[in-house]
């Protein structure tokens, strides 16, 4: 087992990456709780929930469950999750643990930061987009205007990641978790990079995809300490989601798996940076490795206009004007704001371009 810490404005909390970690959630808790609930999905429930429970010795303890996909992440399941919290008599000493990929880990979350005005919570990660996701404290729930548009930074106090879980993942969720990989090594080194645009996902070892969480969160972990509250340079862990967000929102949420977005988004960024920049940058190989992984590039039955529509609500923005990530090379990225003429013109000719 693997063990980073990340200092968070609150408090410290572990983040543990190893096999067989979710045999071990109870003794791997450092404090008492008077209760304790576990919510999951129905398909991650059905998998992995016996071994949690089993695995924690608890008079109190409890476990809810919510329906698989990115639906599931809205205000009505908030509420819902928050009447079982009450149901089962949580206090404000439980402990509520999210057993799932993202959905879990920012709707569970977001109930804990705001029950009883704030509760403890552990993330159990069982995606591979989930190394993202759980760490940082970023927890929220939709809105049918823009993603994640209610929510707060809530850290959670332990990340419990057990890699065994991730061997059941779909060929699907398996590239919308290395997408936010790419992502992160974008922002790392471009040793990172090499390596995984040398890699074909459908014939990674178990120790490849391992290193390659742990070199994602480390790159995760080091800029979410250094601004946790998004004030800087935090926002480059947004490269690709300006875009992202708008094509989840615009296809209705849970059609294109979010990462699939980003990496769409990822493209676009590339694309407009070799104009802004006059620079040449991996755009074609960041093409070639999605084309080759089977991502699907598209932006669905949409227009450049209503996606502009869509990215004028993104969080980074400031007045009514879009700012994108963008980079000038590897480990170098920027936050720019692109004025709408001409980010249309950039979005109809990348449309084109993909098509
Ligand atoms: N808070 C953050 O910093 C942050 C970072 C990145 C993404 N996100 C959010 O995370 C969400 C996406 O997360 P996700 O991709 O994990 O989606 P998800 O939680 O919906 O999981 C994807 C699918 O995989 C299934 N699944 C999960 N674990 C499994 C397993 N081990 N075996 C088989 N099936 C499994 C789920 O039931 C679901 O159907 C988005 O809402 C995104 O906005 C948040
Ligand atoms: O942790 C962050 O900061 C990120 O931006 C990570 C993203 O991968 C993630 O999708 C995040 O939820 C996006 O945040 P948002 O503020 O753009 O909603
Ligand atoms: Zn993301």
Same mark, same amino acid.
Do not use: M, W
């Given at each position: 087992m693997k063990e980073m810490k990340v200092q968070a404005s609150s408090h410290s909390y572990p983040i543990y990456v190893g096999e067989n970690l979710r045999f071990q959630v109870g003794r791997l808790l450092k404090e008492e709780y008077s209760s304790i609930m576990v919510v999951s999905d129905e398909t991650v429930g059905e998998l992995y929930l016996e071994d949690i429970l089993a695995s924690i010795n608890h008079s109190h303890l409890y476990y809810t469950l919510v329906p698989?996909?990115?639906?599931?992440?809205n205000i009505d399941q908030f509420y819902q999750l928050h009447s079982k919290a009450m149901e089962f008599g949580l206090d404000r000493r439980s402990l509520i643990i999210a057993l799932g990929g993202g959905v879990i880990g920012d709707l569970a979350g977001f109930v804990a930061a705001t029950y009883m005005r704030g509760i403890d919570y552990i993330q159990v990660p069982t995606t591979i987009l989930a190394h993202d996701s759980s760490v940082g404290g970023k927890v929220a729930v939709n809105h049918h205007m823009g993603k994640n548009m209610i929510g707060n930074f809530y850290p959670p106090k332990a990340v419990i990641y057990?890699?065994?879980?991730?061997?059941?993942?779909?060929g699907k969720e398996v590239r919308s978790g290395y997408a936010e990989l790419v992502k992160e090594a974008f922002i790392g080194d471009e040793k990172f990079l090499e390596e995984l645009f040398s890699i074909k996902l459908g014939d990674l070892s178990s120790t490849q995809l391992t290193e390659h969480l742990y070199n994602g969160i480390k790159v995760k972990a080091a800029i979410v300490e250094a601004d946790e509250k998004e004030a800087?340079?935090? /926002?480059?862990?947004?490269?690709?989601?300006t875009l992202g967000h708008a094509l989840e929102a615009e296809n209705g949420y &849970?059609?294109?798996?979010h990462g699939e977005a980003v990496a769409v988004g990822m493209l676009f960024a590339l694309f407009i940076s070799e104009q802004v920049y006059g620079r040449s940058l991996p755009y074609q190989q960041l093409l070639e490795w999605l084309h080759t992984n089977g991502y699907p590039l598209q932006v669905g039955e949409t227009s450049p206009e209503a996606l502009i529509e869509r990215m /004028?609500?993104?969080?980074?923005?400031?007045?009514n004007n879009i700012q994108m990530i963008l980079?000038?090379?590897? &480990?170098d990225l920027t936050t720019e704001e692109v004025p709408e003429q001409e980010l249309k013109e950039y979005l109809k000719t990348f449309i084109g371009k993909l098509v």
């Open positions: 698989a996909g990115e639906e599931s992440k057990d890699v065994q879980t991730l061997e059941s993942l779909s800087g340079i935090r /926002k480059y862990l947004n490269l690709g989601h &849970g059609k294109i798996a /004028k609500s993104d969080k980074k923005n400031i007045g980079l000038r090379g590897t &480990g």
